[in-house]
């Protein structure tokens, strides 16, 4: 639904191709966030059907990254997952990595006035010292979760939502500025809180095979394990047991362990001078060579040039 890719004055003002990450079995093609040299993995877009009379994309499409979508004025509807959301001022919705978004499902809105957010929980560091395999089970992500996923702002709050997004828009468009890191990184968890508390509860319980998985890939995520490890180690034949993880989680077995890995990476990168060699081995790769083409087939940019404009934040 909304493409970090797309810049702009004030965040964003058109649309421009996503980066394709890969495509589901169905077809559905799942795009990727791109890591923006000397930025957070944050972006912000402001749609409004008044000051750009642009219609937003209403192809299927699913991301790999998560969206908070906040609707100031208008009214309509999608679907998510193949079923139909209704979308009314002051609503808030989540979507998470792997959902199905289908604009054109619905009856989308003529005038509308919307933000998105569009962000990688480890931009959050409050979420950034935690596993990505829990990222879905925190209570800043309540919103997130599959019995939640949308909330409605009263009335007297939502101009505080977009005060708080339009700040955080104006940070991102000079991220260079001194203390932009730390005003980014408070104001999207001022956000996250907000539409935490909208949530009708906390996250629930993983399931307990995706449970079982995502403990033995944070045991052995280090290693040099493949999927075939980890599912022998459960029990099961890797096409049995991602074949079962992706119908749960819409991502197969191996992609969760790159996922593990790539993040232990990008804190290494954003904490450490450690050579990336090093920086390889500790989190389960072949190598620096295939550190950095991995690194540049997911994010879009090489480890070394990501690490360089993280340092130069102020």
């Known amino acids: 639904m909304a493409d970090p890719s797309v810049e702009g004055s004030a965040g964003y003002s058109r649309w421009s191709p996503p980066r394709l990450r890969r495509l589901r079995p169905d077809g559905t093609p799942v795009y990727r966030y791109e890591l923006r040299a000397g930025a957070p993995s944050v972006s912000v877009v402001m749609l409004d059907t008044e000051a750009t009379h642009q219609p937003l994309p209403d192809h299927r499409h699913a991301h790999d990254f998560l969206v908070l979508v906040y609707l100031e004025a208008g009214a309509g509807s999608f679907a998510v997952d193949g079923t139909e959301r209704p979308l009314r001022a002051g609503e808030v919705h989540a979507l998470s990595p792997e959902q199905v978004i289908d604009l054109s499902a619905g009856s989308q809105p003529t005038r509308y006035r919307a933000w998105?957010?569009?962000?990688?929980?480890?931009?959050?560091?409050?979420?950034?010292?935690?596993?990505?395999?829990?990222?879905?089970?925190?209570?800043?992500?309540?919103?997130?979760?599959?019995?939640?996923?949308?909330?409605?702002?009263?009335?007297?709050?939502?101009?505080?939502?977009?005060?708080w997004l339009a700040d955080l828009a104006g940070e991102l468009a000079d991220p260079g500025r001194l203390g932009a890191r730390e005003v980014v990184a408070g104001l999207l968890t001022r956000v996250l809180v907000a539409a935490a508390r909208l949530a009708p509860?906390?996250?629930?319980?993983?399931?307990?095979?995706?449970?079982?998985?995502?403990?033995?890939?944070?045991?052995?995520?280090?290693?040099?394990?493949?999927?075939?490890?980890?599912?022998?180690?459960?029990?099961?034949?890797?096409?049995?047991?991602?074949?079962?993880?992706?119908?749960?989680?819409?991502?197969?077995?191996?992609?969760?362990?790159?996922?593990?890995?790539?993040?232990?990476?990008?804190?290494?990168?954003?904490?450490?001078?450690l050579p990336l060699a090093v920086v390889a081995s500790r989190a389960g790769l072949r190598d620096a060579t295939y550190l950095v083409r991995r690194f540049r087939v997911l994010h879009g940019i090489t480890p070394q040039r990501w690490r360089r404009t993280q340092r130069s934040w102020p």
Request: aromatic fraction near 8%; proline fraction near 11%.
């Open 116 to 163: 998105a957010v569009a962000f990688t929980p480890d931009a959050v560091p409050a979420l950034a010292a935690v596993s990505p395999l829990t990222w879905a089970y925190h209570p800043l992500l309540a919103i997130f979760a599959p019995a939640a996923g949308r909330g409605l702002v009263a009335e007297p709050d939502r101009a505080g939502w977009s005060g």
């Open 201 to 273: 509860g906390p996250p629930g319980a993983p399931d307990p095979l995706v449970q079982q998985v995502f403990e033995q890939i944070e045991a052995t995520f280090r290693e040099p394990v493949g999927a075939g490890d980890v599912a022998r180690a459960l029990g099961y034949t890797p096409g049995h047991l991602t074949t079962v993880l992706r119908e749960r989680t819409g991502r197969p077995l191996l992609e969760w362990i790159t996922e593990r890995r790539m993040t232990e990476v990008r804190r290494m990168l954003r904490e450490t001078d």
